[in-house]
């Protein structure tokens, strides 16, 4: 239920998404020559501020799956600074708040309504890529961490298989497009977690994970 209008007016999207893509482009250009490590945490909140005020902007919190959407929105803001750290524990709580983000945006895929045909199907991709992660990272962890990833993993599973079963029902397809960025992001933070660190897993899933935020803050403007 829309609770009021919502602006389809894509001119409001502009300061917030060079907010965004700015304060990408210098967090990337820093971790590439490796300037200086107070660089980041400023411009990782600047790009997560800058996709809060385009979901503020668009009425997120104006209709009942851009309310889901917007928490999600918030718990993932909340996640990303506790990832700032390498510390395990951080990490663990960071994924926690992320984890929270995607029940978030599975609420929202709900609430738009699911083709079961559709949530079928993705299944069937997505349970078999979700083992082939597991095979993946599952030996660099261990206790905690390793259960932290298991859950999590089962988690982003489910809403690609809800975002596609919203796709399925409302036949739009622009927040399971959103969702399969997040989804192919938080891969890449596994690598850069667990696997090998190097740049082109922070370029890789920095400008995933920022794109597909920038799609679900302003989904409401789009009909597609």
Known sequence: MNRDPVTKSYSAATTPVCLTLTSLSILLVNDFFGYSRYVKPVTKTLCTLGFLYLGVSYGLVNSDQGYYVFIGLILSAIGDVMLLSFKPHFFQIGAGFFLLAHLMYCGA???????????????????????????????????????????????????????????????????????????????????????????LNSLCGLTLYYAAQLMFAISPAIEF
Do not use: N
């Open 109 to 199: 895929f709900i609430t738009t309504g699911i083709s079961i045909k559709w949530f079928l199907m993705s299944i069937v991709v997505v349970g078999p890529a979700a083992i082939i992660v597991y095979k993946y990272v599952l030996p660099y962890t261990s206790g905690l961490m390793r259960k932290v990833v298991i859950i999590y993993s089962i988690v982003i599973s489910w809403m690609m298989a809800f975002a596609s079963g919203s796709y399925g029902y409302s036949g739009k397809g622009w927040l399971l497009a959103a969702a399969f960025l997040f989804y192919v992001s938080d891969l890449f933070v596994a690598r850069q977690r667990f696997i090998k660190r190097c740049f």
